[in-house]
Protein backbone atom coordinates (compact mmCIF):
# COMPACT_ATOMS: atom_id res chain seq x y z
CA UNK A 1 0.00 0.00 0.00
CA UNK A 2 0.86 3.64 0.57
CA UNK A 3 3.38 4.50 2.72
CA UNK A 4 4.58 7.86 4.16
CA UNK A 5 7.91 8.38 5.42
CA UNK A 6 7.88 9.50 9.29
CA UNK A 7 10.03 12.56 8.93
CA UNK A 8 6.90 13.80 6.58
CA UNK A 9 4.00 13.98 8.93
CA UNK A 10 4.49 16.95 10.18
CA UNK A 11 4.38 18.42 6.42
CA UNK A 12 1.59 16.56 5.72
CA UNK A 13 -0.69 17.01 9.05
CA UNK A 14 -1.13 13.32 9.67
CA UNK A 15 -1.56 11.75 12.96
CA UNK A 16 0.19 8.51 13.54
CA UNK A 17 -1.30 5.70 15.50
CA UNK A 18 1.81 3.11 16.14
CA UNK A 19 1.65 -0.57 16.17
CA UNK A 20 3.51 -3.57 17.40
CA UNK A 21 3.80 -5.15 14.10
CA UNK A 22 7.51 -4.99 12.98
CA UNK A 23 8.81 -3.26 9.80
CA UNK A 24 10.26 -6.20 7.64
CA UNK A 25 13.57 -6.03 5.84
CA UNK A 26 14.56 -8.37 2.79
CA UNK A 27 17.63 -10.74 3.54
CA UNK A 28 17.96 -10.67 7.55
CA UNK A 29 15.61 -10.38 10.72
CA UNK A 30 13.22 -7.34 11.34
CA UNK A 31 15.14 -4.42 13.12
CA UNK A 32 13.82 -4.89 16.88
CA UNK A 33 13.39 -0.77 17.15
CA UNK A 34 11.47 -0.65 13.98
CA UNK A 35 7.53 -0.98 13.81
CA UNK A 36 4.90 0.07 11.80
CA UNK A 37 2.80 3.06 12.13
CA UNK A 38 -0.95 3.66 10.56
CA UNK A 39 -3.22 6.59 9.59
CA UNK A 40 -5.56 7.64 7.07
CA UNK A 41 -5.49 10.48 4.51
CA UNK A 42 -8.35 12.33 3.72
CA UNK A 43 -7.44 12.47 0.40
CA UNK A 44 -4.60 12.17 -2.09
CA UNK A 45 -4.03 13.65 -5.02
CA UNK A 46 -2.68 12.35 -8.02
CA UNK A 47 -2.34 14.57 -10.94
CA UNK A 48 -5.75 16.03 -10.92
CA UNK A 49 -7.24 12.65 -9.83
CA UNK A 50 -7.71 12.83 -5.97
CA UNK A 51 -8.56 9.82 -3.79
CA UNK A 52 -10.35 9.97 -0.30
CA UNK A 53 -10.00 8.29 2.93
CA UNK A 54 -6.89 6.16 1.82
CA UNK A 55 -5.06 4.26 4.56
CA UNK A 56 -1.54 4.48 4.74
CA UNK A 57 1.15 3.27 6.44
CA UNK A 58 4.24 4.94 8.08
CA UNK A 59 7.57 4.44 8.18
CA UNK A 60 11.44 5.80 7.95
CA UNK A 61 12.17 6.53 4.51
CA UNK A 62 15.15 8.37 3.47
CA UNK A 63 15.12 11.48 0.74
CA UNK A 64 11.77 10.74 -0.12
CA UNK A 65 8.09 11.70 1.44
CA UNK A 66 6.59 7.88 0.78
CA UNK A 67 5.67 5.38 -2.00
CA UNK A 68 2.48 5.05 -3.86
CA UNK A 69 1.10 1.78 -3.69
CA UNK A 70 -0.26 -0.42 -5.63
CA UNK A 71 -4.03 -0.16 -4.49
CA UNK A 72 -4.20 3.48 -4.74
CA UNK A 73 -2.55 2.80 -8.51
CA UNK A 74 -5.26 0.14 -9.38
CA UNK A 75 -8.06 2.72 -8.39
CA UNK A 76 -7.74 5.11 -11.21
CA UNK A 77 -6.30 3.58 -13.72
CA UNK A 78 -2.31 3.70 -13.78
CA UNK A 79 -0.16 2.95 -16.73
CA UNK A 80 3.24 3.15 -15.65
CA UNK A 81 5.86 3.91 -18.90
CA UNK A 82 9.64 3.18 -17.95
CA UNK A 83 10.86 3.26 -21.40
CA UNK A 84 8.76 7.26 -21.21
CA UNK A 85 9.11 7.91 -17.60
CA UNK A 86 6.02 8.71 -17.30
CA UNK A 87 2.99 8.07 -14.98
CA UNK A 88 -0.56 7.82 -16.64
CA UNK A 89 -4.06 7.56 -15.57
CA UNK A 90 -7.79 7.26 -16.40
CA UNK A 91 -9.68 10.34 -16.54
CA UNK A 92 -12.20 7.82 -15.08
CA UNK A 93 -10.32 5.52 -13.30
CA UNK A 94 -9.83 1.75 -14.52
CA UNK A 95 -11.90 0.44 -17.24
CA UNK A 96 -12.12 -2.44 -19.42
CA UNK A 97 -12.14 -0.62 -22.66
CA UNK A 98 -9.26 1.80 -21.83
CA UNK A 99 -7.20 -1.23 -20.53
CA UNK A 100 -8.25 -3.30 -24.65
CA UNK A 101 -7.39 -0.10 -26.19
CA UNK A 102 -4.06 0.22 -24.61
CA UNK A 103 -3.83 -3.88 -25.08
CA UNK A 104 -4.06 -3.16 -29.07
CA UNK A 105 -1.86 -0.48 -29.64
CA UNK A 106 0.91 -1.50 -27.91
CA UNK A 107 0.76 -5.35 -29.03
CA UNK A 108 0.65 -3.68 -32.69
CA UNK A 109 3.98 -2.11 -32.21
CA UNK A 110 5.60 -5.57 -31.28
CA UNK A 111 5.13 -5.77 -27.23
CA UNK A 112 4.13 -8.68 -25.81
CA UNK A 113 1.61 -8.92 -23.31
CA UNK A 114 1.79 -10.38 -19.66
CA UNK A 115 -0.83 -10.73 -16.94
CA UNK A 116 -0.82 -9.64 -13.57
CA UNK A 117 -2.36 -10.51 -10.70
CA UNK A 118 -3.02 -8.57 -7.15
CA UNK A 119 -2.53 -11.26 -4.13
CA UNK A 120 -4.20 -11.20 -0.94
CA UNK A 121 -1.17 -8.75 0.23
CA UNK A 122 -1.70 -5.92 -3.07
CA UNK A 123 1.26 -6.65 -4.62
CA UNK A 124 1.54 -7.30 -7.86
CA UNK A 125 2.45 -10.68 -9.28
CA UNK A 126 3.93 -12.52 -12.30
CA UNK A 127 4.23 -16.28 -13.56
CA UNK A 128 8.13 -16.61 -14.52
CA UNK A 129 10.54 -19.79 -15.17
CA UNK A 130 14.32 -19.54 -14.80
CA UNK A 131 15.82 -21.76 -17.58
CA UNK A 132 12.59 -23.56 -17.32
CA UNK A 133 12.41 -23.71 -13.34
CA UNK A 134 8.75 -22.34 -12.66
CA UNK A 135 8.50 -19.09 -10.36
CA UNK A 136 6.09 -16.56 -9.20
CA UNK A 137 7.33 -13.43 -8.75
CA UNK A 138 6.40 -10.11 -7.24
CA UNK A 139 6.65 -7.11 -9.51
CA UNK A 140 9.10 -4.14 -7.43
CA UNK A 141 9.08 -1.33 -9.17
CA UNK A 142 11.32 -0.33 -5.60
CA UNK A 143 14.08 -3.11 -6.20
CA UNK A 144 16.82 -2.51 -7.77
CA UNK A 145 17.66 -6.37 -9.03
CA UNK A 146 15.70 -9.41 -9.29
CA UNK A 147 15.87 -11.69 -6.68
CA UNK A 148 15.35 -15.16 -6.94
CA UNK A 149 16.04 -17.67 -4.43
CA UNK A 150 19.25 -19.94 -4.45
CA UNK A 151 17.27 -23.24 -4.53
CA UNK A 152 15.53 -22.19 -7.66
CA UNK A 153 19.28 -21.35 -9.24
CA UNK A 154 20.62 -24.88 -8.46
CA UNK A 155 17.48 -26.62 -9.69
CA UNK A 156 18.20 -24.78 -12.92
CA UNK A 157 22.02 -25.82 -13.09
CA UNK A 158 22.80 -22.04 -13.23
CA UNK A 159 26.29 -21.37 -12.04
CA UNK A 160 26.30 -19.02 -9.37
CA UNK A 161 28.99 -16.39 -8.36
CA UNK A 162 29.25 -15.29 -4.49
CA UNK A 163 29.10 -11.42 -4.43
CA UNK A 164 31.49 -9.93 -2.47
CA UNK A 165 29.74 -5.87 -2.79
CA UNK A 166 26.81 -6.38 -0.50
CA UNK A 167 23.07 -5.80 -2.32
CA UNK A 168 21.43 -3.17 -0.81
CA UNK A 169 18.49 -5.17 1.09
CA UNK A 170 20.29 -8.21 1.40
CA UNK A 171 23.58 -7.43 3.73
CA UNK A 172 23.05 -10.50 6.16
CA UNK A 173 22.03 -12.79 3.45
CA UNK A 174 24.20 -15.20 1.04
CA UNK A 175 24.07 -13.38 -2.11
CA UNK A 176 24.93 -15.00 -5.68
CA UNK A 177 24.70 -13.38 -9.02
CA UNK A 178 23.85 -16.42 -12.21
CA UNK A 179 23.44 -15.65 -15.73
CA UNK A 180 19.93 -17.20 -16.94
CA UNK A 181 19.63 -18.62 -20.09
CA UNK A 182 15.81 -18.11 -20.03
CA UNK A 183 14.12 -15.84 -18.34
CA UNK A 184 10.55 -16.02 -18.99
CA UNK A 185 8.11 -13.11 -17.89
CA UNK A 186 4.98 -14.99 -19.06
CA UNK A 187 5.51 -15.52 -22.79
CA UNK A 188 8.49 -12.95 -22.95
CA UNK A 189 11.46 -14.17 -22.72
CA UNK A 190 14.80 -12.76 -21.92
CA UNK A 191 18.37 -14.60 -22.90
CA UNK A 192 21.07 -13.88 -20.88
CA UNK A 193 19.96 -12.35 -17.85
CA UNK A 194 21.79 -11.92 -14.87
CA UNK A 195 19.80 -11.86 -11.84
CA UNK A 196 20.73 -12.38 -7.97
CA UNK A 197 20.26 -15.27 -5.97
CA UNK A 198 19.78 -14.90 -1.92
CA UNK A 199 19.24 -17.84 0.17
CA UNK A 200 15.65 -17.02 1.14
CA UNK A 201 15.57 -18.99 4.20
CA UNK A 202 17.39 -16.11 6.25
CA UNK A 203 14.74 -13.49 4.82
CA UNK A 204 11.29 -12.49 6.73
CA UNK A 205 9.43 -13.34 3.53
CA UNK A 206 10.73 -16.39 2.39
CA UNK A 207 8.23 -16.84 -0.60
CA UNK A 208 8.72 -13.45 -1.92
CA UNK A 209 10.74 -13.61 -5.48
CA UNK A 210 11.30 -10.30 -6.54
CA UNK A 211 11.49 -9.00 -10.55
CA UNK A 212 13.33 -5.86 -10.24
CA UNK A 213 13.89 -2.52 -12.43
CA UNK A 214 16.48 -3.76 -14.16
CA UNK A 215 14.63 -5.92 -16.25
CA UNK A 216 11.48 -3.72 -16.57
CA UNK A 217 13.69 -0.93 -17.75
CA UNK A 218 15.93 -2.80 -20.29
CA UNK A 219 12.58 -4.54 -21.60
CA UNK A 220 10.72 -1.26 -22.10
CA UNK A 221 8.03 -2.25 -19.73
CA UNK A 222 4.73 -0.42 -19.34
CA UNK A 223 2.62 -1.44 -16.88
CA UNK A 224 -1.40 -1.39 -17.01
CA UNK A 225 -2.02 -1.80 -13.08
CA UNK A 226 -5.64 -0.52 -13.60
CA UNK A 227 -5.86 -3.43 -16.27
CA UNK A 228 -3.35 -5.80 -14.47
CA UNK A 229 -1.20 -6.57 -17.25
CA UNK A 230 2.09 -5.77 -18.16
CA UNK A 231 3.99 -5.37 -21.85
CA UNK A 232 7.43 -5.83 -22.61
CA UNK A 233 9.23 -5.60 -25.65
CA UNK A 234 12.93 -6.51 -26.72
CA UNK A 235 15.34 -3.43 -27.29
CA UNK A 236 15.40 -2.14 -30.83
Wanted: aromatic share 6%.
Amino acid sequence: GTVIARDSLKKFGVVEHKTAIPVPTFGKESASNKFWSLAKLNTLAIGTRVIHNVPIGIKEIPHLDGFLGSPEMHRVGAVLDWAGHALYFARRGRSSPTSDRLAGMLQSNGFTQVPLRLNSDHHLEVDCSIDGVASTMLVDTGSQFTFVDESIGTEAGIAMKQLITPVKGSESATRSIGCVRKLAIGDFEIRDADICFVDLKKADHPLAHLLGIGELVSNSAIIDVGGLSMYLGHPQ
